[in-house]
């Protein structure tokens, strides 16, 4: 079982840039993810990422302002988040334990029910 904290969150202008970071405790598999929960109240998949870094994907709706990264000498995830828009706003979990290497990327990113660790997350909140 693994225990997963995030932070870096805020409030920032549309345009703006935020940093978050999950620290990751205790064993869980390569796989790490971030998700969203936004004013529709429903989970959506934002990035994902493997062990060594040796695969990312994202959601359509931050391709090219998200960038997921991944410190596996201290077990920690980030999620650079640059050129912030209002729609961005939403409560942001990592997450860790899916079968991501058996059904693929994009089935385990639109699954959130397929992760079995998460943290509490971190508010972010953009304004325009």
């Known amino acids: 079982e693994v225990h997963l904290v995030e932070s870096g969150g805020g409030s920032v202008q549309a345009g703006g840039s935020l940093r978050l970071s999950c620290a990751a405790s205790?064993?869980?598999?390569?796989?790490m993810a971030w998700f969203r929960r936004g004013l529709r109240n429903l989970r959506e998949g934002v990035a994902i990422?493997?062990?060594?870094?040796?695969?990312?994907a994202y959601a359509d709706s931050v391709k090219g302002r998200f960038t997921i990264s991944r410190d596996q000498t201290n077990d920690t995830l980030y999620l650079q988040m640059d050129n912030l828009q209002p729609e961005d706003t939403a409560v942001y979990y990592c997450?860790?334990?899916?079968?991501?290497?058996?059904?693929?990327?994009?089935?385990?990113?639109?699954?959130?029910?397929?992760?079995?660790?998460w943290g509490q997350g971190t508010q972010v909140t953009v304004s325009s």
């Open positions: 205790g064993e869980h598999s390569d796989s």
């Open positions: 997450a860790a334990d899916a079968p991501c290497g058996r059904y693929g990327d994009t089935w385990c990113l639109s699954r959130p029910g397929s992760w079995l660790d």
């Open positions: 990422i493997y062990s060594g870094g040796r695969r990312t």
